[in-house]
């Protein structure tokens, strides 16, 4: 059986879970998912392949590194990275990112 909304449309099975489970996740969850589905896009391949979102709270986004070098240059590009990625958000959600070397899952 296919769900379709009043105007006879198909309902994606993404939207009719994100509703029924926004009851039980605490928003945190939510606003993470939102991050990893704009994440490459928002930084760009090369960054994407060697930095991936880890945790999100109160703002902050903790981001997992694949070195110290790469942390080093992510520092340089933070203010442009926490722009590009509350661009892709609404409404804007990440205020501060702090990077961790840690394990890259695609």
């Keep these: 059986m296919n769900k379709k909304n ?9 939207d009719i879970l994100s509703k029924a489970l926004a009851g039980y996740r605490p928003a945190g969850d939510t606003q993470m998912i939102r991050i990893w589905d704009i994440w490459d896009k928002a930084v760009g391949k090369p960054i994407a392949m060697n930095a991936k979102p880890d945790s999100f709270k109160d703002g902050i986004l903790i981001i997992n590194v694949s070195c110290s070098a790469w ?8 203010k442009e990275m926490i722009l590009n990625i509350n661009k892709k958000l609404d409404p804007i959600l990440v205020k501060q990112l702090r990077f961790k070397i840690g394990k890259i899952i695609s």
Excluded: Y
Aim: hydrophobic content about 40%.
């Design 71 to 78: 942390i080093h240059q992510l520092k340089f590009l933070e």
């Design 6 to 14: 009043k105007n006879g449309k198909l309902i994606h099975i993404s």
